[in-house]
């Protein structure tokens, strides 16, 4: 078996003869305040378990910016397939059989984030310039200017753009599917900037003499 005290002096002999000087109260002071040092490092230790829990407490603003931070991200890996591959097997695999049930996950995510803002200080004060916006005497983009000033309204209207892009995305992407028509141009610009990839999905249709795009409706339900 190893003799880890002489050891010690061979690899560190200054420490090792100025520890042994020390009187031997001292020596057990120092073993004392190691020991506990070492037990506070321990993931079992009491007050690491505490850090722990504390960690696990989430304040409502903490629920939010998740929120929001799942629905800025979550959306662009439906995208990609619609865009890059919009006829592939796995991108219908995705956006056909499970995509409405995707988008309706990232609403719940939503409902999440308005249902928590809606619980924190100030969203009285939010509802009355919301009532503002729609007074036609009063300024309609000042009235916005003013909610964009509150964090939580732009926690709830981002993902609310968001996901309603990607709602209209899978729909022209499903209308190009169904009549033949090339939706990558229009799904992209759909994607960035919103209504004008829908108008770009209608010229292409009409252009290439496939008429409007009837985006669900069906013309046989008038009979």
Same mark, same amino acid.
């Given at each position: ?54 960690? +696990?407490? @989430?304040?409502?603003?903490? =629920?939010?910016? &998740?929120? !929001? ?8 890996? #439906? ?22 049930? +995707?988008? @309706?996950?990232?609403?719940? =995510?939503?409902? &999440?984030? !308005? ?8 969203? #009285? ?99």
């Amino acid at each position: 078996m190893v003799n880890f005290s002489k050891l010690s002096l061979l690899v560190f002999p200054g420490l090792s003869s100025s520890f042994t000087v020390l009187p031997s109260s001292t020596k057990m002071h120092l073993q004392k305040k190691m020991g506990a040092s070492y037990a506070e490092l321990s993931v079992f230790h009491p007050s690491c378990i505490a850090e722990k829990k504390r960690g +696990l407490n @989430l304040s409502p603003q903490d =629920v939010i910016e &998740a929120g !929001v931070s799942f629905d800025t991200f979550a959306p662009q890996f #439906l995208w990609l397939p619609m865009i890059v591959a919009p006829e592939s097997d796995l991108t219908k695999k995705i956006m056909g059989t499970n995509g409405i049930a +995707l988008i @309706l996950g990232l609403a719940l =995510v939503h409902l &999440a984030i !308005v249902v928590t803002a809606a619980a924190q200080e100030g969203a #009285l004060d939010q509802i009355l310039i919301f009532k503002e916006v729609f007074e036609p005497s009063n300024s309609q983009l000042g009235g916005m200017q003013k909610l964009f000033q509150y964090p939580n309204f732009v926690a709830e209207e981002w993902p609310h753009v968001l996901i309603w892009d990607l709602f209209v995305g899978r729909m022209i992407w499903l209308d190009g599917l169904e009549r033949g028509i090339d939706t990558r141009i229009s799904l992209s610009f759909c994607n960035f900037i919103g209504p004008p990839g829908l108008l770009i999905h209608a010229a292409t249709c009409v252009l290439t003499g496939k008429g409007l795009p009837p985006m669900g409706y069906n013309s046989e339900t008038e009979d």
